[in-house]
């Protein structure tokens, strides 16, 4: 009996019947006229920032780019929120204080080699950006790129 089922198995499987039936499937997308596509390496990034609503914008446009992404505020209830909508990393301290700041880096250089990225929005919220706040987020982004390098820092006047 065994074997009958191994023979069967092994014909399904030779006429392809086995494949998985959920697996994703890929389509490549065209190219808009105009359209400019950059392609990140695996990088990881630290949002230091006390503003939920942009912090949520800006981890959410980094994990669009399949970044690792950690963030620091002292609001643990939206920090927790934050993290588990946009798939990051929470630590609820205080990003004024240093000695915490240095165990949170140190942390994630044990936890994913090193940190890339620090994007330091600390004294910023959503509100003084507006609508743009999604730009200034792709922004941000743009500028981590290792290609964009001779950008070392960005200093935003309001």
């Known amino acids: 009996m065994a074997d009958n089922y191994l023979e069967k198995r092994m014909e399904e499987y030779r006429a392809g019947k086995l494949t998985s039936k959920g697996g994703k ?4 997308r065209q ?3 105009g359209e400019f596509v950059v ?7 630290l949002v230091l920032c006390e503003d939920a609503a942009l912090v949520s914008r ?9 970044f690792q992404v950690a963030f620091c505020m002292t609001d643990r209830r939206e920090g927790t929120r934050i993290a588990q909508s946009a ?3 929470f630590y609820p301290v205080d990003s004024g204080d240093a000695g915490q700041l240095n165990g949170v880096v140190d942390d994630l250089a044990d936890r994913w080699g090193a940190v890339d990225v620090v994007a330091d929005l600390r004294g910023l919220t959503d509100e003084e950006f507006g609508d743009s706040a999604c730009e200034v987020a ?13 950008i070392a820092s960005t200093e935003l006047n309001l």
Do not use: E, I, N, Q
Not at 25 to 28: G, L
Not at 39 to 45: G, K, L
Not at 138 to 147: A, F, G, V
């Open 31 to 33: 190219r808009k006229a």
């Open 87 to 89: 798939g990051c990393r």
């Open 138 to 150: 792709s922004l941000l982004l743009l500028h981590s790129h290792p290609d964009f390098r001779l």
């Open 39 to 45: 392609a990140f390496p695996p990088m990881s990034v």
């Open 58 to 66: 800006v981890c959410s446009c980094f994990r669009k780019a399949d």
């Open 25 to 28: 499937t890929y389509v490549a």
